[in-house]
């Protein structure tokens, strides 16, 4: 290999992994709301770059903008000032490149568990046959373990189960990243888990780059590669970025065995309940 070769390799190599690197980059990003007394700062000055395939969990407590700054991430909604950059091009509207889970399912109750996800794939893959679309949606369905309830509607299903849908719509469209607003929040404990559990199955054979919400320090410590710790509203902005060290694949049992566990968990609840105490007036 000739010295020009071999530097035009390095460069491209270093090209590939920048643009890992800056995948998903929130660039100054102030959100402002005009109201009757004057500009109201919801978010202030949010920075955050996100490499591909990484899962990053948010958490802080209820109004600091949380839900604000993924709707700019999923284009509901546009940074008063900032952009939102997603491999290299701003943000402005939504787009198949992002779908989103709510905590509530989003499903439309007159339609059963397999048109609510060939809705989504119809709309984003109108080229493709009709055999194409339904071979899409039972692949997804089975990956949540749903295949036996295809014919089910809402009403006739769990929370869990609804939930399961809802990710599988959102997978089923093949995005680039996967936005989840506290999807597990409305679950009792064993569901949450049993989901957790799946999340991680998804998101390590399909590699989709994950930003999602809790308010759980323990299933962000199970989930997460980084924990983005916000600062109480109005005004808010990231208070700090904490890495999660455990590898992967994990084992919740072995993870809460680990004393670093602890250490991680005190260090998120001194963040919430200390040093970012909601104070009462």
């Not at 991430?73 to 402005?92: D, Y």
Request: proline share 5%; net charge negative; with cysteine.
């Amino acid at each position: 290999m000739t010295a020009l070769n071999f530097k035009n390799k390095t460069q491209n190599q270093q090209l590939q992994s920048q643009k890992k690197e800056d995948f998903l980059v929130i660039d100054g990003v102030n959100k402002i709301y005009p109201t009757a007394e004057g500009p109201y700062t919801v978010l202030d000055d949010i920075n955050l770059k996100v490499r591909e395939g990484e899962f990053i969990c948010l958490i802080g407590h209820s109004g600091c903008g949380k839900s604000t700054l993924l709707n700019m991430v999923s284009g509901f909604n546009k940074p008063t000032n900032g952009v939102v950059w997603l491999q290299g091009q701003p943000i402005t509207e939504p787009g198949p490149d992002r779908m989103m889970v709510f905590q509530n399912y989003c499903l439309l109750p007159w339609l059963n568990v397999f048109d609510n996800v060939y809705l989504a794939v119809d709309s984003v893959f109108p080229r493709k046959s009709q055999a194409e679309k339904r071979a899409i949606v039972r692949e997804h369905l089975a990956m949540v373990g749903l295949t036996e309830a295809a014919e089910k509607k809402p009403s006739q299903i769990s929370g869990g189960m609804k939930q399961r849908v809802a990710i599988a719509r959102a997978l089923a469209i093949r995005p680039q990243l996967l936005i989840l607003d506290e999807p597990f929040g409305a679950l009792d404990a064993i569901t949450k888990e049993e989901l957790q559990e799946e999340l991680l199955q998804i998101w390590s054979e399909h590699q989709v780059t994950v930003l999602m919400i809790t308010h759980d320090i323990d299933e962000a410590l199970f989930l997460a590669d980084k924990l983005v710790m916000m600062t109480n509203g109005p005004a808010a902005n990231i208070g700090e970025v904490l890495e999660i060290p455990f590898s992967r694949p994990r084992n919740r049992r072995r993870i809460m065995e680990n004393p670093e566990y602890y250490n991680l968990r005190n260090y998120a609840l001194d963040f919430l309940y200390r040093r970012c105490a909601h104070l009462e007036e």
